[in-house]
């Protein structure tokens, strides 16, 4: 084992966070060099390493940027920092097969149309890995542009917190990355936690997501999944955009501003077993078509789904709908029957009884009114709510169901609700309070 002598610097934020990460074996072909800190040696034991070569940074900080054309792994001790001094790509990789692991990764640039990052994947760089590495302060953390199969995996991403959100970058960033996994990170700050674009076939499993602006969003990407996220306090959770045939479960959005789950003209999707507490909206559908929604669990929202622009062909069952202020706002003229094989969904304000004890409530369920939709068409009509009128009309429609304008209608209510396992998390649980979750 060779080794470059220098003296080291201290990194403490990194060595606390990777003094828990477990370390990774070299292959038993590779060469490994010992790297001490200095200027410019990180950039110099690069080029003179052979391909398939490890780099092990010891304790200290490195200069950035550097570039990664070969096939390397660079492997930090406890406290190795690599510190782009506010320029450029901190690391950037053309190469197939790089692995960045147990670093602090930190000081890119701050030009959003110049791809400024922590860590670049080139289109060129296939098959490259990021893991257990402390990335923060960067414009972007990790951007994958173009990389196939690239593993993004155990980091911990803070990004750079701006005046202005859109002059902020996302956490992690994938265009055209197909393959893609983005798996077990912690992310917080900057504008979007997880950003995809134009891509097919990704993952994104397990991450943690606080203090963005939407935790997940997806736009053009297709034939992917979104599972057992947890998003907390952000301004959106789930933002899914012109994509399809997406599985999107058991995924958990905790007191998010403006929505937990929302679809625009996303169609041919599996959303399941995903629960959303709190906000303004648990569920907003605009002109999203053919998905399907079941077992999934919407609390405490001001509405728990809005409904709306011609949206088609979508399924609804087997969801519970638990004590919003509004439990669905639907404005069209069209009657939308949400059950489905004669199994609809559970609504807490649903007074209902079950004779025969089959777990179905005898009457069918209608979450909204004629009054209901004059007041959304007409806000000033609140005033007439508690007016002897509104409640003639509101008598006539109980007792003439035909005078009903059309609008959603359960079947088959649930009498008890479903066991949704992502919902077990709010058991107990306060809301977010002070950033933290438990």
Known sequence: MKTIPKLSKPGLLAAAFAASMPLSAPPASAAVTEIAPGRGELARAITEAAAGDVLKLKRGTYDGPVLIEKALTIEGEDGAVVDGHGVGRTIEITAPGVS?????????????????????????????????????DNL???????????????????????????DCGNGVYLWNAPGTKVEDNDITGGRDGIFTNGSRKNVFARNRLRGVRFAIHYMYTNDSEVSDNISIGNHAGYVIMYSARLKIRNNVSDDDRDHGLLFNFANASDISGN????????LFIYNANKNKFHGNWFEGCRLGIHFTA???????????????????????????????????????DNPAFDLNGDGIADEAYRPNDIIDQIIWRYPAAKLLLNSPATQVVRWAQS???????GGVIDKAPLMKPPGIKAADAFKGAPKLAGGEWR
């Not at 972007?140 to 990004?159: F, M, P, Q, S, W």
């Not at 629960?275 to 648990?282: D, L, N, Q, S, Y």
Request: aromatic share 8%.
């Open 100 to 136: 960045i692991r147990h670093l602090r990764i930190t000081g890119s640039g701050m030009a959003l149309d110049q791809m400024h990052a922590g860590v670049f994947l080139s289109e060129t760089a296939s098959g490259g890995t990021v893991e257990d590495s402390l990335i923060e």
């Open 140 to 166: 972007v953390g990790v951007y994958v542009h173009g990389a196939h199969d690239a593993l993004v995996r155990r980091n911990r991403i803070a990004g750079r917190v701006l005046p202005h959100i859109n």
């Open 275 to 282: 629960a959303v507490r709190g906000g303004e909206k648990c």
């Open 310 to 348: 011609g949206s088609e062909g979508n399924a609804m069952s087997g969801n519970a709908f638990i004590g919003n202020q509004t439990q669905v706002m639907y404005v069209g003229t069209r009657f939308l029957n949400w059950s489905e094989k004669g199994r609809g969904n559970y609504w807490s």
């Open 399 to 405: 007792q003439f169901p035909g005078l009903h304008p």
